[in-house]
């Protein structure tokens, strides 16, 4: 029997800290549609947008930030972002205008766009080839388990005091953990392969913007996110208007979300490592359009409970394949690159919340969750002509002269 290798201390590392900053994360972000809901009076549509400038300054942010950490380092990008960030969260604390949380988080987006990419990079510069997949899932499971803490901490620390303050609780914990990562990053040499003819911005944009299969992969990943942002936008305001307690039940429905994950992540990645990541892909994709059909008829707990539960079997197939489909074609010295212009995908997550929030003002779930599910399931045939790329490009470098 093959013995598995051991994760690198560095990897442990950003586990580690993407469970303690996601829980951070979790306490506030999910909760934001609902604070401006409760305190500011926005509307649907508005809530939308302040939600949806996040990942549409990422869609731009991610390339610069993939670009800057394969040409700068990792470390550099990492430091300097984590204590930005935690700024970002106490300003959410301190601000009372909309305009200013629409700023805000601008800069939430652009802070994550930069810091995934350069620690997900930095994972793989540590990781052997045959264990990136694993690695990808279990920084996934890491991210459910902060997201089954994160919500319930967050309801309950809004419900005792201050709806503020977990925000400040949040950009405390940023700080706390960028501390952690400028002694960790600085006990280490990096194992970065750096290109020893770097280009510019502009020829990289070129060079990537070339790769077909890679842009496939990216319009795949935008309809997913079309669907998969309503979780965060427009189902917390669809179950307070449906429910007399919906924040109780939205902070049930995003902790069972992830402990699902946590439970079942492991048991189905192992069997799923026996199919192509396009195929995870495929029957993930199925799931997510599925769930949201049973939202139609969410009007009771159980039905919420199932199409949570069918949602959450989809994202445990396809989030993790996603990482490992960019990395079966990014060349070894573009890596943070290729991450990075995948956040290209975020153009979804800024225009579903827009989209969900407006056919959420027909009074129905039926319209929103109807129409997320067919855009959902359109995804599949671009990540199918993405992977038939890749293969024939694959084919080419293999038997070309």
């Not at 029997?1 to 950003?14: A, D, E, N, R, Y």
């Not at 388990?145 to 319930?152: E, F, R, T």
């Not at 750096?194 to 990289?204: A, E, G, L």
Request: glycine share 10%.
């Amino acid at each position: 029997m093959k013995k598995t290798k051991s994760f690198h201390i560095l990897v442990w590392v950003i586990l580690g800290g993407t469970i303690f900053t996601r829980i951070a994360s979790f306490m506030a972000i999910p909760f934001l549609a609902l604070y401006l809901h409760n305190t500011q009076g926005v509307n649907p549509i508005l809530i939308g947008l302040t939600i949806g400038v996040a990942p549409l300054v990422s869609t731009i942010g991610g390339f610069i930030g993939g670009y800057l950490t394969d040409r700068f380092g990792r470390k550099k990008v990492i430091l300097t972002t984590i204590f930005v960030w935690s700024f970002v969260f106490i300003g959410f604390g301190l601000a009372k205008s909309i305009y200013l949380f629409i700023f805000l988080n601008a800069l939430n987006g652009l802070c994550r766009s930069f810091f995934e990419p350069s620690t997900q990079a930095l994972m793989i510069d540590f990781t052997e080839p045959d264990q990136r997949k694993r690695m990808f899932t279990l920084r996934y499971t890491a991210i459910n388990i902060a997201g089954v803490i994160g919500p319930l901490l967050g309801a309950y620390i809004a419900t005792v005091s201050s709806q503020s303050i977990p925000f400040f609780i949040t950009g405390f914990m940023y700080c706390i953990y960028g501390g952690f990562l400028f002694v960790i990053l600085n006990r280490y040499t990096m194992r970065q392969v750096i290109s020893k003819s770097p280009v510019h911005i502009y020829q990289m944009l070129k060079i990537v913007s070339s790769n077909r299969a890679l842009i496939f992969f990216i319009l795949g990943a935008i309809f997913i996110n079309i669907g998969y942002s309503q979780l965060d936008s427009t189902v917390p305001q669809f179950l307070e208007m449906t429910f007399e307690n919906g924040v109780y039940l939205f902070s049930v429905i995003i902790s069972l979300n992830a402990a699902i994950v946590i439970l079942l992540q492991f048991p189905i990645s192992l069997w799923s490592e026996k199919l192509s990541a396009v195929n995870s892909m495929t029957i993930g994709i199925v799931f997510f359009g599925a769930g949201y059909i049973l939202f139609i008829f969410g009007t009771n707990l159980p039905m919420l409970i199932a199409a949570i539960t069918v949602v959450t079997l989809g994202e445990i197939f396809t989030f993790p394949s996603m990482n490992i489909l960019i990395d079966q074609i990014a060349p070894d010295d573009q890596k943070g690159t290729y991450l990075g212009a995948t956040q290209f995908r975020n153009i979804g997550s800024f225009v579903g919340p827009i989209i969900g929030g407006w056919l959420l003002t027909f009074g129905s779930g039926a319209p929103l969750f109807g129409t997320m599910a067919f855009i959902v399931l359109i995804s599949i045939v671009f990540y199918r002509a993405g992977d038939q790329s890749a293969e024939s490009s694959r084919g080419v470098q293999r038997y070309g002269t």
